[in-house]
Every structure is written in C-alpha cells, then in structure tokens.
T-cell receptor, first 115, second 111 residues
Framework: DGGITQSPKYLFRKEGQNVTLSCEQNLNHDAMYWYRQDPGQGLRLIYYSQIVNDFQKGDIAEGYSVSREKKESFPLTVTSAQKNPTAFYLC??????????????FGPGTRLTVL | KQEVTQIPAALSVPEGENLVLNCSFTDSAIYNLQWFRQDPGKGLTSLLLIQSSQREQTSGRLNASLDKSSGRSTLYIAASQPGDSATYLCAVNNNFNKFYFGSGTKLNVKP
C-alpha cells in the first residue's frame, strides 16, 4: 500500500530544543516537500528536494533544516532559532518532471507545540 | 510570484444543495491545478487534478473546471452531504515544479 508516513503525530518542544520530524514515502517519487500550516492559513513551503543529496529553501526556511540521504526519507529539523514553531507540519511528495501529470500527495501531518 | 486566492473563506449550506467553490491565480503559466480536501487535524487528500490542456475533470459528485487564460478554477459539488464538510484547498503547479496553495474554503453542510 503506497503512501507517505509522518511521525510523530504530536510533538512537544521545550524552549531551546531542536526537534526532528520524520517523513517517509514509498511512492518512488523524486521530489519531496515540507509545508507549514497555521490556523486559517494556506500552506507555506519550508524546503523541497528534487533529488537525493540536494534540497532548496522555500519561502520560510529560516530556523529549519533538512537532509535527503535516501530517496524515501526527508526529515525536517526545527531548530531553536525558529521563533514561533507551533504549527501543523505537512510532508508531501510528487514526481519531478516538467509535466502536467505532476500530482502532489500528502502525509497525515505532525502537530508541533512549544511548551 | 504566483498568488492563489480562494473565495469564499467559509460557506454554510443545507444538505442537498449544489455549490461552487472558487479559486483564482495570478500567473497563467501553470502545468496543472489540483483540488484537495482537508479534514480537521488531518493531511490533504487529493480530489481532482486538472492538466493545463484540460477544461474540466469529474469524479463522482465533484466537477472541477479550469480557465487558464482568466486564471480561474471552480469546484462544483452536487447534492452536498454532511460528510462533505471539510476545508477545500486548491493548488497550482507552475513551470518550476513548485506548488502554490490558496488559504482554503471551509465548508459546512448542515443536515
């Protein structure tokens, strides 16, 4: 059964801590994305990766870091430099061709709360 | 930069009504447009993908249209049901393979 998994579902962070959110996909997609969603707002792009060992900053990358060591995995670290990290984090994947067939698929999300 | 707007932000209708959700975008150089459904606290579920060369797509009671030249898409839901209550988001995929999202329309279908 192909899809995207995210863990944990809920995460609590103390001030000054770094935390890492997991995202795994078995859709054989080249591209993976991290979005942040705040209440009543659309999705904002944090980072995206087109291929293993390469990634690009999105619109709100400050205070976040990523790695892409395997095609299936794209973990996101929320560092202590992120001033307001409480939000719902969504991971997605798609093929990476300049094609109208590109369709994005999403994981179930991780809700991060700063204590 | 691509801007995506969804109107209305919220909509409440009685069960059985047909309804239309709107999505507009500023840059018509897109590969496709995707409509999603999001239930509270959940991820996004893809409903329909319209390629740039297509005018519409249908899935069950859902019909999505695309007018690329005017930068508009509509999602038509026929015979709405309480189970349709959710937030509906549209996203456009531009020629750099980035996806831009609207803020969504929160739909409430009353029994």
């Amino acid at each position: 059964d192909g899809g995207i998994t995210q863990s944990p579902k809920y995460l609590f962070r103390k001030e000054g801590q770094n935390v890492t959110l997991s995202c795994e996909q078995n859709l054989n997609h080249d591209a993976m994305y991290w979005y942040r969603q705040d209440p009543g707002q659309g999705l904002r792009l944090i980072y995206y990766s087109q291929i293993v060992n390469d990634f690009q900053k999105g619109d709100i990358a400050e205070g976040y870091s990523v790695s892409r060591e395997k095609k299936e995995s794209f973990p996101l670290t929320v560092t202590s430099a992120q001033k307001n990290p409480t939000a719902f984090y969504l991971c997605a994947s798609s093929t990476w061709t300049q094609s109208s067939y590109n369709e994005q698929f999403f994981g179930p999300g991780t809700r991060l709360t700063v204590l | 930069k691509q801007e995506v707007t969804q109107i209305p932000a919220a909509l409440s209708v009685p069960e059985g009504e047909n309804l239309v959700l709107n999505c507009s975008f500023t840059d018509s150089a897109i590969y496709n447009l995707q409509w999603f459904r999001q239930d509270p606290g959940k991820g996004l579920t893809s409903l329909l993908l319209i390629q740039s060369s297509q005018r519409e797509q249908t899935s069950g009671r859902l019909n999505a249209s695309l007018d690329k030249s005017s930068g508009r898409s509509t999602l038509y839901i026929a015979a709405s049901q309480p189970g349709d209550s959710a937030t509906y988001l549209c996203a456009v995929n531009n020629n750099f393979n980035k996806f831009y999202f609207g803020s969504g329309t929160k739909l409430n279908v009353k029994p």
